[in-house]
């Protein structure tokens, strides 16, 4: 691949977290940090865009020194990268969040939802326990009926068996249209919050925030709910690890995530040196 980077004049790079700027050990590599740090140095922007909650991005921005606005919970709230404030939120709609829970339910889906930063779960099961090992904290059991009103940032799926998860989203989208945004994550894992919000909106916010044209702008992602955000900017990403329907949506492909793919493409994209002449894409 044969790329000049002055023809795009990139200012801003956006980085979805899980399955793209992490490892499969949910860990950040030398050579990622390294790229980072570089681009930082040359006044490229990093701006992390990724569906998890403050609490659980916060350590990987701690890591890599970014102080950008931060998208967190797929879109729904950006935060200030430096003190942490909130700059921009959008909540479920009361309605909609009880449906949620209604179909999850009857579906027989693990069930969890955020709330001022807080993870809550009807069910002590294996799902939760896995899942707060992922995001490095612990949530509350809770009974979402006796939450009035129940003000949720974003609700969430998970299921072994996609399929199971697939009728439930259909039933969703019959009842509510573009009203809610929801998508898959991850392969098990669903997400869904405010139709008004996602990541390419999120970011198209941030960089009018920054004065900084989507024309000089990457962005980075794996997962479906990365899609419009890789088509939204001059040059979208995608991972090898990535679907088949987010790759379509790409303008490049990068080597996966756990190949430090981004750290390699940037590494071409940008002439960093970070690795071996004969080790590039």
Known sequence: M????????IKAIAFDL?????????ALTPAVIKAIALLKARGIVPIIATGRSFRAMAPYQKQ??????????NGAVVYHGGSGEIMHSVLLDDEITREIIRIGRASNLHLHG????????????????????????SGTRVDFDTLEPLRMTKMM???EDPSRIEQAAAMLEESFGDRLHHCFSLP?????IDGSASKEHALLRVLTDLGISPDHTMAFGDGGNDSAMLEAVRIGIAMENAGDEVKLRSTFCAPGNDEDGVARFLDEFFHLGIFPEDELL
């Open 2 to 9: 044969i790329i000049d980077e002055f023809e795009y004049h």
């Open 18 to 26: 899980d399955g793209t700027l992490l490892d499969s050990d949910r």
């Open 64 to 73: 890599l020194q970014i102080t950008a606005p931060v998208i967190c919970y």
């Open 114 to 137: 955020f709330r001022d930063e807080q993870l809550l779960f009807e069910e002590d099961d294996a799902q939760i326990a896995d899942y707060q090992a992922r995001v490095g904290f």
């Open 157 to 159: 799926y998970i299921a």
């Open 188 to 192: 098990t894992f669903y997400e869904m």
